[in-house]
């Protein structure tokens, strides 16, 4: 399933730019997620918006600010990286449901393609 | 706190033999959802399966199997006749069930790189 897109694919930035990434989901889900990968590192999770709110954040460097404007959509901007944030970037969705006993969960994450990032 | 330790790095097998691939997990619930996703070089992570805790059943989809024991807190993946196209890093992860509603992070494995040589 190929439900969610990431722009830009690939990504060179200087320390002191400004992008932004993007995430889009066609899936109709209630949840987005932004994770980070490093090379010889388990993925990490980054941020979790439920809802459009933001329901975790693991002590990520301000650096990194998510924004999701609504359910289909989820940005990460990035502001004054390091040469060690370069990793692939990928977003995935999920259908949340309330409660163990709530069927409309699958909790399964479909991920997009990733946007490979290289600080300079 | 979740941990899910995937042991094997890299295996290299040739076409057509069977290869498991280990997944180990560590969780204090008794409400879990564990998954397997396969990325192959593009780097999107597919989904592969998902399971919950309550089932312990085993799994077969073609060529795939799964073995789920809760007993030694393993969920192991099988391939059976390997092909070339199975080349990829597969991952395990865990999914605790958040019970007062809403999303959660799924922890990751570290990986296993597996190599089907021709």
């Known amino acids: 399933e190929t439900g969610v897109t990431q722009t830009p694919r690939h990504l060179v930035m200087g320390m002191t730019n400004k992008k932004s990434l993007k995430c889009e989901q066609h899936?109709?889900?209630?949840?987005m997620y932004w994770y980070k990968q490093s090379a010889k590192k388990p993925l990490e999770l980054m941020f979790v918006?439920?809802?459009?709110?933001?329901?975790e954040n693991n002590s990520v460097p301000s650096r990194f600010s998510p924004e999701c404007p609504n359910s289909s959509h989820l940005f990460l901007h990035l502001h004054t990286l390091q040469p060690e944030d370069s990793a692939l970037y990928l977003c995935?969705?999920?259908?949340?449901?309330?409660?163990?006993?709530?069927?409309?969960?699958?909790?399964?994450?479909?991920f997009g393609p990733g946007t490979r990032l290289t600080v300079l | 706190a979740q941990k899910v330790t995937q042991a094997q790095t890299e295996i290299s097998v040739v076409e057509k033999e069977d290869v498991t691939l280990d997944c180990v997990y560590e969780?204090?619930?008794?409400?879990?959802?564990l998954f397997w996703y396969k990325q192959p070089p593009s780097g999107e992570l597919v989904f592969l399966i998902r399971r919950n805790s309550f089932d312990e059943q085993n799994e077969i989809s073609g060529r795939y199997s799964w073995n789920f024991q809760k007993s030694t807190s393993s969920f192991n993946f099988t391939i059976t006749a390997s092909q070339v196209v199975d080349s990829a890093v597969y991952f395990c992860?865990?999914?605790?069930?958040?019970?007062?509603?809403?999303?959660?992070?799924?922890?990751f494995g570290k990986g296993t790189h597996l190599i089907i040589q021709p």
């Open positions: 995935a969705s999920s259908q949340e449901g309330w409660g163990i006993l709530d069927f409309t969960s699958t909790d399964t994450q479909y």
């Open positions: 969780t204090r619930d008794t409400t879990y959802y």
């Open positions: 918006y439920s809802l459009e709110e933001r329901v």
């Open positions: 992860a865990l999914s605790e069930v958040y019970s007062g509603g809403g999303a959660d992070g799924l922890t």
């Open positions: 899936l109709g889900h209630n949840a």
